[in-house]
């Protein structure tokens, strides 16, 4: 699980919505767990996507609990 780090995805955090890039076999429940494992966060929501451009692969947006925010939300290459 990678953060998605574009303008969009930048811009959606301010509704408590981060954007993670994740194999295309992981389910709704396993990024949720993984986000509160990791961030130590409230996960109220989840969507996914599939990308289906030169490399197939799945977006997920987390919404998180209203108040809560993960600290250094930053890209990794």
Known sequence: MKPVVTEKSMDATTQNCYT???DRRTT???IKKAVEEKYKVEV???RTMD??????????????KKGQRIEGFEGEK
Do not use: D, T
């Open 44 to 46: 109220v929501g989840v």
């Open 51 to 64: 990308i289906k451009k030169k490399k197939k692969w799945k977006k997920a947006i987390a919404e998180i």
């Open 28 to 30: 709704k429940n396993q």
């Open 20 to 22: 993670f890039r994740v």
